[in-house]
């Protein structure tokens, strides 16, 4: 089976590209420059027969998807995961919305228009856009609606909530497009939480994602605030079985899934397993209250049942998850 992998070169798209030469699949990725795909290409040398490569520089642009869905033999399936998650936020509709949003709705156009063989696309969506997902604030202690609140606007006016409207209206415009266009395809949407595990994507020395900069921050930048609350996370190596999964299991087809690890976590516990698994470390990173967890603070809880039971996930534990970011984020900095 023939898959296009789109933002190949991110940390989470680096493991489904994983998963799926894993698997068999020939796949096509898009990234931005001819260097990121000499990176992959010479990463995956012995797997060259599965593996082809189209350069989208910008998914925004119109028509940025058109050429890359068309392959011979012809695509069966399109991963879209490629969309700003970064902190610098300069212009929001230029950086964050339009490629979130146009680039979402581009690819279902190009499929729509160029590969009637494609069956299904699967979007990397968020938790936070929706999902009946309670969260418990020290101050309100609020339900989670089933769509987040925020409106376009924020993110243009709100740096701190542009990520976020990114990903709601990118999700929203996908649904919007099956319902309207009522294409030969089907959607599934994967809504993970905060993801974390080990980095793979060589393009990472240097430049660390989103999310295991968090991490980052306690081992090599020196953050001493351990910041307090519970939230909800998964594992980046089972986040790709997910959408390997989901490719295949014909159940999944108009689903969204909320793909989150049984555990949750907090700062103190990744601290805690710093430490256990990484002693010469240890004097350069806080300690905090070794097992206590702060309640104040937000507090997310995730309900995967649907996940586990469609996609027949079994998620790892939280220790082993934060041990394999810490000792990669540890091996890259020898690197970089
Ligand atoms: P990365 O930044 O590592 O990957 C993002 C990918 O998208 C990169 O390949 C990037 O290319 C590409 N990309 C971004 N903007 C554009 C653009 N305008 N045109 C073309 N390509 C673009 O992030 P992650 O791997 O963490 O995120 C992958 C997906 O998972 C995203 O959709 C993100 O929203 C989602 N997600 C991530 C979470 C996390 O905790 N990491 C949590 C929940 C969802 P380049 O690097 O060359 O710029």
Same mark, same amino acid.
């Given at each position: ?52 490569? #189209?350069?989208?520089?910008? /998914? ?8 890359? %869905? &068309?392959?011979? @033999? +012809?695509?069966? !399936? ?94 929203? #415009?996908?649904?919007?497009? /099956? ?8 959607? %599934? &949407?994967?809504? @993970? +939480?905060?993801? !974390? ?117 079994? !998620? ?21």
């Amino acid at each position: 089976k023939r898959v296009l992998l789109t933002g190949a070169s991110g940390f989470v798209a680096s493991h489904i590209l994983k998963a799926l030469l894993d698997s068999g699949y020939w796949v096509r990725c898009t990234v931005r420059s001819t260097s990121k795909a000499t990176s992959i290409e010479k990463q995956y040398a012995d797997k060259a027969a599965q593996l082809d490569f #189209a350069i989208v520089e910008d /998914i925004a642009a119109p028509n940025a998807h058109d050429k890359a %869905v &068309v392959a011979d @033999p +012809p695509l069966d !399936f399109v991963i879209h995961t490629a969309s700003p998650f970064h902190a610098n936020v300069q212009d929001p509709e230029r950086d964050f919305l339009k490629p979130a949003i146009d680039g979402t709705r581009g690819v279902l156009q190009s499929v729509q228009k160029f590969a009637p063989s494609v069956k299904r696309v699967v979007v990397t969506s968020r938790q936070g856009t929706a999902f009946a997902c309670p969260v418990h604030s020290a101050s309100d202690g609020l339900g989670y609606p089933d769509w987040s609140p925020v409106a376009y606007e924020d993110g243009v006016t709100n740096p701190g909530l542009t990520y976020l409207v990114s990903k709601k209206y990118a999700e929203l #415009a996908a649904l919007k497009f /099956i319902e309207e266009q009522k294409p030969n395809f089907d959607l %599934v &949407v994967m809504n @993970p +939480p905060w993801i !974390f595990g080990p980095v793979i994507n060589e393009q990472a020395v240097g430049s660390l994602n989103t999310s295991t900069q968090r991490i980052s921050d306690y081992l090599i930048g020196g953050k001493t605030e351990i910041a307090p609350g519970m939230d909800v996370y998964v594992d980046v190596r089972d986040l790709a079985v997910a959408h390997v999964r989901s490719l295949e299991v014909p159940e999944a087809g108009g689903q969204r899934f909320l793909v989150c690890a049984n555990d949750r976590f907090s700062d103190q516990f990744i601290l805690d397993t710093i430490h256990k698994h990484f002693p010469d470390v240890a004097e350069k990173i806080p300690v905090g209250v070794p097992g206590e967890v702060k309640h104040e603070g937000i507090h997310f809880i995730g309900d995967n049942s649907k996940t586990t039971k469609i996609l027949g996930i079994t !998620f790892r534990p939280a220790e082993e998850t934060f041990a394999d970011t810490a000792k990669s984020v540890l091996e890259l900095q020898k690197k970089g």
